[in-house]
């Protein structure tokens, strides 16, 4: 169970009375969460979940309370927070802060149909339409200014082949990307896996879990979302997903001249990302809790196949 700081009805229902949702009914600890704790919320007049943080930089939440609205407003499907009476959405709850948002419809999809992958294709590329907009910044945590000096820190864990893979890529991406390619910036999601979605049936129900949100390449968003949905368990692409999201995307947010040159290079960099992610979670920074770390040798098994079968051509999109 997954619920790191308990709550008692009483707690929750007082915390409700500052907002406008109704009086409480029931409340749900939810079991899947790996970083902050979350309740499934009833009231008499909704379904809500409340969301206590955990862990990160507290100081950086505004930022997505600010992203999560923006998108609301312009009427992507993401759970804009609740605001209580006076306007405000963050708050603090039983010493932790705390946002309540709505309940979106849908179950996250295992195993991504062709209709979903178009459904999130179109959603990722309206976002990325309207994120270029954006006021906020936040500087993406996990681009290549993170990569460069957090891969030290695994070295010592990995096979010399496996070093010096790690270490001639990391290479590889300061020559191709150092010299900042213009590619289009915007806000991300940073971190659109297929559980950080909801399906109802083929419906996009919502794009959830913004706290990997950042301002940053549009192109990274893009290339971990082709890395999880489009791709195999031996690493390769599934070219009917792989063109089904892309057509969707690229028929709200055509790719620049520079971002095609940088797309095969960018799926390589987002893979090595996760790889080294969880590398440091495994060796280095082990989860506060009691829970699995997610397995680091499937994004070397993507890194890989990116290497030797390179990235599939991109679809053609009539304008």
């Known amino acids: 169970m997954a619920v790191f700081t308990p709550l008692t009805e009483p707690q929750v229902a007082d915390f409700l009375s500052r907002f406008d949702a109704g009086s409480l009914v029931s409340l749900e600890g939810v079991p899947a969460g790996t970083e902050n704790t979350t309740f499934f919320v009833t009231t008499d007049r ?4 409340l969301t206590l943080f955990e862990q990160g930089e507290h100081e950086e939440l505004p930022f997505f309370v600010e992203l999560l609205d923006y998108l609301d407003e312009h009427r992507l499907p993401v759970p804009g927070p609740l605001h209580d009476l006076d306007g405000i959405a963050l708050h603090a709850l039983a010493d932790k802060p705390a946002l309540l948002f709505p309940k979106l ?27 270029r907009h954006f006021p906020g910044h936040r500087p993406n945590p996990r681009d290549l200014h993170w990569l460069l000096p ?9 096979s010399p082949q496996d070093q010096a893979l790690m270490k001639d890529e990391v290479e590889i991406y300061q020559g191709f ?58 690493g390769r692409l599934d070219a009917a997903r792989h063109d089904a999201i892309l057509t969707a995307y690229l028929a709200r947010r055509p790719l620049t001249p520079a971002e095609r040159d940088a797309w095969p290079m960018m799926l390589r ?22 829970l699995t770390p997610h397995d680091p040798e499937r994004f070397r098994t993507i890194l890989k196949a990116r290497l030797e079968h390179g990235a599939l051509p991109l679809p053609e999109v009539s304008q």
């Open 177 to 234: 990307f150092g010299d900042s390619p213009d590619l289009p910036r915007g806000a991300l999601h940073g971190d659109l896996f297929r559980d950080n979605t909801l399906f109802d049936g083929d419906r996009l129900g919502g794009l959830i879990d913004f706290y990997n949100g950042c301002t940053g390449d549009l192109l990274f968003d893009l290339a971990i979302v082709i890395n999880d949905w489009a791709t195999g368990p031996d």
């Open 105 to 131: 419809p849908g179950r996250h999809p295992a195993d991504p149909n062709l209709a979903q992958c178009r459904e999130l294709g179109n959603a990722l590329g309206r976002m990325h339409v309207v994120s």
């Open 269 to 290: 960099l987002t893979a090595l990302r996760y790889w080294l992610s969880r590398l440091l979670v495994v060796y280095v920074d082990p989860p506060a809790h009691n």
């Open 46 to 49: 909704r379904e809500l979940v």
């Open 150 to 158: 957090m891969h030290h820190k695994v070295l010592a864990y990995l």
